[in-house]
């Protein structure tokens, strides 16, 4: 397949794995590039920009084909020096960058500069147009379905991939809810040039983090999701276990939540001792709802050959013999 976005990154296949806190290490985000997609190394995932740039290195050790890195500009418990991160992505020599959370434009001149490809992930049209006005050479376009923050909207991609090609010149990615080839070609058929994925990648052999934490979401439903942080404006989709529903009792309590009341249960290091041990209850994680799609924990390569067979098989018999019948 060949698309603007297969063009502009040097990759083989229309296909991304978007930033994953704790999960896009070099493993990972080097098994998709090898693989013929865009891997993805998230930057906030390594404890300091020092790190960061060792995590660039053992990825270039692990693949030569062209991978990303994320960075991720949330609020966060602990204050984050962004501009030393993006100090060591431009250092590192890295040549395409996914932003998300706020609005990029303090780091467009430097990451410009250095000829890296910005792509900006968005939850809304409004917040695409921005992007495309601000100078980002993409934008992926994370619906209402998708793991990690949604927005406030609740706009999903059957709506917002449309309005995006009817108002975006530069490339969009279809970004959330996405796990087969009938995705691939549903998202292509509304007009990305690409696609994004994340929770479908954390269910692959190379995504590292415990086996019993892949087996639950293969074993889960389209249901078994929560969306936290209502109440703050900082909406999460997690994958609903004991936690996340404490979380949610919590916020639906008369008054007003503070982050206070809900941070022992949340925080970072917990979701990532749970993707180390395998305990499904210690804390929350991030999921979107294809995990009601997930059935098996295939290698990248096998996931991915076969997600493009699919959506071949799909656009050059099932659509096109629609039209010669
Ligand atoms: C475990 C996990 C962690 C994530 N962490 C981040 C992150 O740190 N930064 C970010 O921009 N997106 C993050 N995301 C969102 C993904 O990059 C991607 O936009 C999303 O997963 C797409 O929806 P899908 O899961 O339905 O494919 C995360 C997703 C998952 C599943």
Not at 34 to 46: C, H, Y
Not at 176 to 200: C, P
Not at 253 to 263: A, C, H, L, M, R
Request: glycine share 10%; proline share 5%; aromatic share 4%.
């Amino acid at each position: 397949m060949k698309t603007r976005v297969t063009e502009m990154l040097g990759i083989e296949h229309p296909i991304i794995q978007g930033g994953m806190q704790w999960v896009g290490l070099a493993e990972l985000a080097s098994a998709v590039s090898n693989a013929g997609g865009l891997g993805t190394i998230t930057a906030l995932t390594q404890p300091t920009p020092e790190d960061l740039l060792k995590e660039i290195a053992r990825c270039r050790e692990m693949t030569d084909k062209p991978f990303a890195v994320n960075l991720t500009i949330l609020p966060t418990i602990k204050p984050v020096p962004y501009q030393e991160y993006a100090q060591a992505i431009v250092d590192s020599g890295i040549k395409i960058v996914e932003t998300a959370g706020r609005n990029p434009e303090p780091f467009l001149p430097m990451f410009k500069q250095a000829g890296i490809t910005v792509i900006h992930k968005c939850t809304s049209i409004r917040h695409s147009l921005k992007a495309e006005k601000i100078g980002c050479d993409m934008v992926s376009v994370d619906g209402f379905e998708c793991a990690g923050h949604p927005g406030e909207d609740d706009v999903t991609n059957m709506i917002l991939l449309p309005l995006a090609a009817r108002q975006l010149k530069i490339p969009f990615i279809a970004s959330g809810g996405i796990g087969d080839g009938r995705g691939l070609a549903a998202a292509l058929a509304m007009g990305a040039d690409g696609i994004n994925m994340g929770t479908r990648f954390m269910v692959t052999r190379e995504a590292p983090i415990h086996q019993k934490v892949k087996q639950r979401m293969v074993d889960a439903s389209e249901l078994d999701t929560a969306l936290i942080y209502r109440s703050l404006r900082n909406t999460a989709r997690v994958f609903r276990n004991s936690v996340a529903e404490k979380v949610m009792e919590i916020e639906s309590q008369d008054g007003e939540t503070k982050f206070e009341d809900i941070q022992p249960l949340v925080q970072g290091v917990k979701g990532r001792e749970l993707f180390d041990g395998g305990d499904l209850d210690k804390g929350i994680w991030s999921a979107g709802m294809i995990v009601g799609l997930i059935d098996d924990i295939p290698t990248c390569e096998a996931l991915l050959s076969r997600m493009v067979a699919e959506a071949e098989e799909i656009i050059r018999n099932r659509l096109s013999d629609m039209l010669s019948a």
